[in-house]
């Protein structure tokens, strides 16, 4: 038995330069065994050949597959005639010994079934063990401890081989010592007879079973763990005492094999299973590895891996032994040891020597670290003042810039105060000095008692076609000197005249409409209370900055706040029509507990039960693109084709429906229709406009010149339709039903005057009434683009990729842009001179709704088409075909 001597051992350390911590590539040697009796017999012959010591040479006598020999080449490569000390001696002693200097190693046999590897490690184990006692027989100045333990991993399970018991064993990682197995026996050795002794019942205890390839074959992995702890037997019990401990593993993996070949069923087949699955993660992790330490490693996809994970790429030297079988039959198998070998060879490891500190020495070595940290910290370095300086200056700089900027919002703020109670001073005075002359909205509020007949019923009494409408008194039920000195007038109209039976004109939940004073007052009213609101929005802005700023000075934003919410020392209360804009608010406006009064309670403007902030902003009129109006209820009429136009474009995409837009178009004719009759609802500011400017021309006959009058209107409308951001759809809608016929001209009187108004109202800057909703330019706009997004996004639900192309070459869009679909849209109904831009216009977004082109028929599904009217009288010559519209 050859020994090592601890200078040997040292002389080896040195030459190696390992085990101070620096990365080496695992060793890997090849073992190629004779031909065995069987495979004489049978007159197999060998073609491998070992060229040198390291190189192996594969000559295919057969020359099936290719001319030329294949040469692999590793750290060492053993022949046939090698001896197993040969094998232990010129390759893997250097790294088992390791153990004995403080060194984790590992050696592992690697290789088909049959190929030799359980008769390598165990020769390799046995000189191992010798030399370890060697080495401590010579170096009696250091005391050892040997520990011993021994598991096999079969079909996936663990068991203990120095235990009788075979109940499987569970791995656990522990945060200090890494992967351990549970409850495993770690048995002390006496000496090396004690270990032999253990390694026979290991031996005993391993799973083999009898294959047609190896009459012994080892059915599962062993791995026996030697365990050396070694301190100095001078400083034992000192302070200084410092222990090296270390382990070596000899790896006996079970052999690779094909069940063909080995002939496997049953229980063997299943155990071949195992070690074909739990060597492929082994191949698997070495591949990984041996590209690089790189990302995710599959430790964990196998217990074997698992276990080994340090002796692989980790806290240890590693040698592995490949063996090879000669035989012909058993080539392919030996060219995949040999891959495997190749990527094995390339995989590093980083052993360190593992000293362990006793507890003493290691509370010194801690006291000592701490002294050194202490007295850092009592001399530190002296900072850097003039970078701290500088640092501090900018900060006051950017301070003094906010201080100023917050002196200007409060000077702003201050300003808005006042231009807002001068407001409301001015809206007091008018109010009361409309009260005097007894015709406006006040007026209508002004007493309960009284009921005055309105100076606008006065037409529909010269009238007499006309049924009479019956008067009414709209009063004010209480004022802010009344009751809670609001600001704003918490007013709610009700008809005093019960009896009547004419109900038509607040069945849109609309107020009477008057015209002379009463109106213009009223509207007076309107504008002022809607820049009122206007500038309470902007207001409740600068407060919402202001009280926002990090840095702003407390009791100043209490002083602002203060004058906001009570600049007049009365308590703000918003009137109905400001509920809209208060929808917003976090905290409910202070009419939260106002009861409906009889005009809610009869019309669905406020569901009873349910406040003015839950309704959802659609309710309102959710199309404020001054477009398409939302309309809960569905139009009855329609066929196939408008229940497909329903369906397709008011589902998914949330396109309005053309029912919807022409119950718009309707609603808007009857209030013109009403407005000229004197029997119209008000309340409305769009439509007492519409009507202060002129709706009577409505009323004559198409002109003569009509197909240029049509082409001059609708030049004008589109025009309108771009300066007041009108929908695409409904611009769509209305071009492709509207196409010059006389008896268009209604309809289009009715857009240019909406429109035209709208146009007015956003060019001051206020907004715009209409349907209990508010439209201002900025909303149009808002709604416009988001009306362009769900466009865009439909583009490629409705047109072919060849469509689109062709589209965008068309409309000038770059194909390979990012946001082509989008500028496509954004081109659309931009071109108000060219014809043909409108038509193309149409067509793309008629497509992108789906809604038919055939204007004239859905014309007269929708009951839009009427009868030339008959020019008889100038007020009535259109009025029974209207009405039989509405
Ligand atoms: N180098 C060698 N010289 C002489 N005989 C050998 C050599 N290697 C292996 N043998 C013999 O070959 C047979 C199979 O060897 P061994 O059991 O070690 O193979 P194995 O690779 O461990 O197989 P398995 O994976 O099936 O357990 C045994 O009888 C063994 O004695």
């Given at each position: 038995m050859g020994a090592i001597g601890g200078e040997e051992l040292m002389n080896w350390e040195k030459m190696e330069g390992v085990g101070n911590g620096r990365e080496e590539k695992i060793l890997v040697l090849v073992r190629l065994r004779p031909l065995n009796e069987k495979e004489i017999a049978r007159n197999d012959v060998s073609d491998w050949e070992c060229i040198n010591d390291t190189t192996v040479?594969?000559?295919?006598?057969?020359?099936?597959?290719?001319?030329?020999?294949?040469?692999?080449?590793?750290?060492?490569?053993?022949?046939?005639?090698?001896?197993?000390?040969?094998?232990?001696?010129?390759?893997?002693?250097?790294?088992?010994?390791?153990?004995?200097?403080?060194?984790?190693?590992?050696?592992?046999?690697?290789?088909q079934t049959s190929s030799g590897k359980t008769y390598t490690m165990t020769g390799i184990t046995e000189y191992t063990v010798a030399d370890i006692y060697a080495y401590m027989q010579k170096h009696e100045e250091r005391a050892f401890v040997l520990k011993f333990s021994a598991i096999e991993i079969y079909n996936e399970a663990i068991?203990?081989?120095?235990?009788?018991?075979?109940?499987?064993?569970?791995?656990?990682?522990?945060?200090?010592?890494?992967?351990?197995?549970?409850?495993l026996t770690e048995e002390t050795l006496r000496d090396w007879g004690h270990l032999k002794q253990l390694l026979s019942v290991c031996e005993a205890q391993r799973k083999v079973g009898e294959t047609s390839l190896n009459e012994t074959s080892s059915r599962s992995h062993q791995i026996l763990r030697l365990t050396i702890e070694s301190s100095a037997n001078e400083f034992i019990g000192k302070d200084k005492s410092t222990k090296l401990t270390a382990s070596v593993n000899f790896v006996d993996l079970a052999g690779s094999e094909r069940a063909a070949q080995a002939l496997s069923v049953g229980q063997r087949l299943k155990e071949g299973c195992h070690i074909n699955r739990s060597l492929l993660t082994l191949s698997t992790v070495i591949r990984k590895l041996s590209k690089g330490k790189h990302g995710h490693v599959n430790y964990r996809d196998s217990k074997l891996t698992r276990i080994l994970q340090p002796c692989l790429g980790?806290?240890?030297?590693?040698?592995?032994?490949?063996?090879?079988?000669?035989?012909?039959?058993?080539?392919?198998?030996?060219?995949?040891?040999?891959?495997?070998?190749?990527?094995?060879?390339?995989?590093?490891?980083?052993?360190?020597?593992?000293?362990?500190?006793?507890?003493?020495?290691?509370?010194?070595?801690?006291?000592?670290e701490l002294a050194r940290l202490e007295n850092e910290l009592r001399t530190p370095a002296p900072p850097d003042y003039s970078a701290l300086l500088k640092k501090k200056d900018q900060q006051i700089e950017k301070l003094e810039k906010e201080v100023r900027d917050l002196i200007k919002q409060r000077d702003l703020a201050e300003s808005r105060i006042q231009e807002l109670l001068q407001a409301v001073r001015n809206d007091q005075v008018s109010t009361q000095w409309d009260g005097r002359q007894g015709n406006t909205c006040a007026d209508e509020y002004s007493s309960e008692s009284s009921s005055t007949k309105l100076p606008g019923t006065t037409r529909h009494q010269e009238n007499s076609n006309s049924p009479s409408l019956p008067s009414r008194t709209l009063f004010r039920t209480r004022t802010e000197e009344e009751e809670s000195n609001t600001v704003c007038k918490e007013v709610r109209c009700v008809e005093t005249d019960e009896s009547t039976n004419d109900q038509t004109a607040i069945s849109n939940g609309e107020s009477e409409s008057v015209s002379g004073p009463t109106e213009t007052s009223h509207l007076r009213n309107r504008v002022n209370i809607g820049s009122l609101e206007q500038n309470f929005q902007d207001l409740q802005n600068t407060i919402n900055s202001l009280v926002t700023r990090p840095y702003g000075d407390g009791d100043e934003e209490q002083e602002v706040q203060s004058q906001i919410s009570n600049p007049t020392g009365h308590k703000l209360t918003k009137s109905r029509s400001c509920r809209a804009n208060l929808v917003t608010s976090s905290s409910p406006p202070a009419f939260e507990n106002t009861p409906p009064n009889d005009f809610e309670t009869r019309h669905s403007a406020r569901p009873e039960g349910r406040k003015l902030w839950d309704i959802p902003p659609q309710e309102y009129g959710g199309a404020a693109s001054g477009g398409l109006l939302r309309s809960d209820s569905q139009s009855s009429l329609g066929s196939t084709m408008l229940e497909d136009a329903k369906n397709k474009t008011s589902g998914e995409e949330d396109i309005p429906s053309v029912d919807t837009f022409v119950a718009g178009l309707k609603k808007m004719a009857k209030l013109q229709f009403d407005q000229v009759n004197g029997s119209g609802a008000e309340g409305d500011g769009l439509g007492k406009s519409v009507k202060s400017i002129g709706i009577d021309s409505m009323m004559d006959s198409p002109p003569a010149d009509w197909p240029q009058e049509f082409a001059r209107q609708q030049k004008c409308i589109v025009e309108l339709w771009q300066a007041c951001n009108v929908s695409l759809i409904h611009r769509t809608y209305f071009f492709l039903l509207f196409r010059g016929d006389p008896m268009d001209s209604i309809y289009m009187e009715v857009e240019i005057r909406r429109l035209s108004f709208l146009k007015e109202t956003f060019s001051k800057g206020n907004p715009a009434f209409h349907d209990g909703h508010t439209l201002t330019s900025a909303s149009s706009i808002k709604a416009l683009r988001r009306e362009k997004a769900m466009l865009s996004r439909l583009m490629n639900k409705r047109f072919s990729e060849e469509e689109k192309k062709k589209l965008y070459q068309k409309w000038g869009v770059n194909p390979n842009s990012k946001r082509r679909r989008l500028q496509l849209i954004h081109r659309l109904w931009t071109n108000t001179e060219d014809p043909n831009h409108l038509?193309?216009?149409?067509?793309?977004?008629?497509?992108?709704?789906?809604f038919s082109e055939q204007g004239q028929a859905l014309k007269e599904m929708f009951g839009l088409s009427f009868s030339p009217p008959k020019m008889v009288r100038r007020s009535l010559g259109w009025k029974p075909s209207m009405s039989s519209l509405l």
């Amino acid at each position: 038995m050859g020994a090592i001597g601890g200078e040997e051992l040292m002389n080896w350390e040195k030459m190696e330069g390992v085990g101070n911590g620096r990365e080496e590539k695992i060793l890997v040697l090849v073992r190629l065994r004779p031909l065995n009796e069987k495979e004489i017999a049978r007159n197999d012959v060998s073609d491998w050949e070992c060229i040198n010591d390291t190189t192996v040479l594969f000559r295919n006598s057969l020359q099936e597959r290719s001319m030329f020999p294949t040469a692999y080449s590793f750290d060492r490569v053993f022949s046939g005639d090698a001896t197993t000390r040969q094998v232990y001696d010129e390759g893997a002693k250097g790294i088992a010994l390791s153990v004995v200097s403080g060194i984790n190693s590992s050696i592992f046999a690697y290789g088909q079934t049959s190929s030799g590897k359980t008769y390598t490690m165990t020769g390799i184990t046995e000189y191992t063990v010798a030399d370890i006692y060697a080495y401590m027989q010579k170096h009696e100045e250091r005391a050892f401890v040997l520990k011993f333990s021994a598991i096999e991993i079969y079909n996936e399970a663990i068991r203990d081989l120095l235990s009788t018991d075979n109940i499987p064993l569970r791995v656990l990682d522990d945060p200090e010592k890494g992967t351990i197995i549970e409850k495993l026996t770690e048995e002390t050795l006496r000496d090396w007879g004690h270990l032999k002794q253990l390694l026979s019942v290991c031996e005993a205890q391993r799973k083999v079973g009898e294959t047609s390839l190896n009459e012994t074959s080892s059915r599962s992995h062993q791995i026996l763990r030697l365990t050396i702890e070694s301190s100095a037997n001078e400083f034992i019990g000192k302070d200084k005492s410092t222990k090296l401990t270390a382990s070596v593993n000899f790896v006996d993996l079970a052999g690779s094999e094909r069940a063909a070949q080995a002939l496997s069923v049953g229980q063997r087949l299943k155990e071949g299973c195992h070690i074909n699955r739990s060597l492929l993660t082994l191949s698997t992790v070495i591949r990984k590895l041996s590209k690089g330490k790189h990302g995710h490693v599959n430790y964990r996809d196998s217990k074997l891996t698992r276990i080994l994970q340090p002796c692989l790429g980790g806290n240890a030297r590693t040698a592995i032994i490949c063996t090879l079988s000669p035989a012909r039959e058993h080539v392919e198998q030996s060219k995949n040891t040999l891959l495997f070998a190749s990527c094995a060879k390339e995989v590093t490891t980083n052993a360190q020597v593992n000293v362990v500190m006793s507890d003493k020495a290691l509370v010194k070595h801690l006291q000592k670290e701490l002294a050194r940290l202490e007295n850092e910290l009592r001399t530190p370095a002296p900072p850097d003042y003039s970078a701290l300086l500088k640092k501090k200056d900018q900060q006051i700089e950017k301070l003094e810039k906010e201080v100023r900027d917050l002196i200007k919002q409060r000077d702003l703020a201050e300003s808005r105060i006042q231009e807002l109670l001068q407001a409301v001073r001015n809206d007091q005075v008018s109010t009361q000095w409309d009260g005097r002359q007894g015709n406006t909205c006040a007026d209508e509020y002004s007493s309960e008692s009284s009921s005055t007949k309105l100076p606008g019923t006065t037409r529909h009494q010269e009238n007499s076609n006309s049924p009479s409408l019956p008067s009414r008194t709209l009063f004010r039920t209480r004022t802010e000197e009344e009751e809670s000195n609001t600001v704003c007038k918490e007013v709610r109209c009700v008809e005093t005249d019960e009896s009547t039976n004419d109900q038509t004109a607040i069945s849109n939940g609309e107020s009477e409409s008057v015209s002379g004073p009463t109106e213009t007052s009223h509207l007076r009213n309107r504008v002022n209370i809607g820049s009122l609101e206007q500038n309470f929005q902007d207001l409740q802005n600068t407060i919402n900055s202001l009280v926002t700023r990090p840095y702003g000075d407390g009791d100043e934003e209490q002083e602002v706040q203060s004058q906001i919410s009570n600049p007049t020392g009365h308590k703000l209360t918003k009137s109905r029509s400001c509920r809209a804009n208060l929808v917003t608010s976090s905290s409910p406006p202070a009419f939260e507990n106002t009861p409906p009064n009889d005009f809610e309670t009869r019309h669905s403007a406020r569901p009873e039960g349910r406040k003015l902030w839950d309704i959802p902003p659609q309710e309102y009129g959710g199309a404020a693109s001054g477009g398409l109006l939302r309309s809960d209820s569905q139009s009855s009429l329609g066929s196939t084709m408008l229940e497909d136009a329903k369906n397709k474009t008011s589902g998914e995409e949330d396109i309005p429906s053309v029912d919807t837009f022409v119950a718009g178009l309707k609603k808007m004719a009857k209030l013109q229709f009403d407005q000229v009759n004197g029997s119209g609802a008000e309340g409305d500011g769009l439509g007492k406009s519409v009507k202060s400017i002129g709706i009577d021309s409505m009323m004559d006959s198409p002109p003569a010149d009509w197909p240029q009058e049509f082409a001059r209107q609708q030049k004008c409308i589109v025009e309108l339709w771009q300066a007041c951001n009108v929908s695409l759809i409904h611009r769509t809608y209305f071009f492709l039903l509207f196409r010059g016929d006389p008896m268009d001209s209604i309809y289009m009187e009715v857009e240019i005057r909406r429109l035209s108004f709208l146009k007015e109202t956003f060019s001051k800057g206020n907004p715009a009434f209409h349907d209990g909703h508010t439209l201002t330019s900025a909303s149009s706009i808002k709604a416009l683009r988001r009306e362009k997004a769900m466009l865009s996004r439909l583009m490629n639900k409705r047109f072919s990729e060849e469509e689109k192309k062709k589209l965008y070459q068309k409309w000038g869009v770059n194909p390979n842009s990012k946001r082509r679909r989008l500028q496509l849209i954004h081109r659309l109904w931009t071109n108000t001179e060219d014809p043909n831009h409108l038509q193309d216009s149409a067509s793309v977004v008629s497509k992108l709704i789906k809604f038919s082109e055939q204007g004239q028929a859905l014309k007269e599904m929708f009951g839009l088409s009427f009868s030339p009217p008959k020019m008889v009288r100038r007020s009535l010559g259109w009025k029974p075909s209207m009405s039989s519209l509405l």
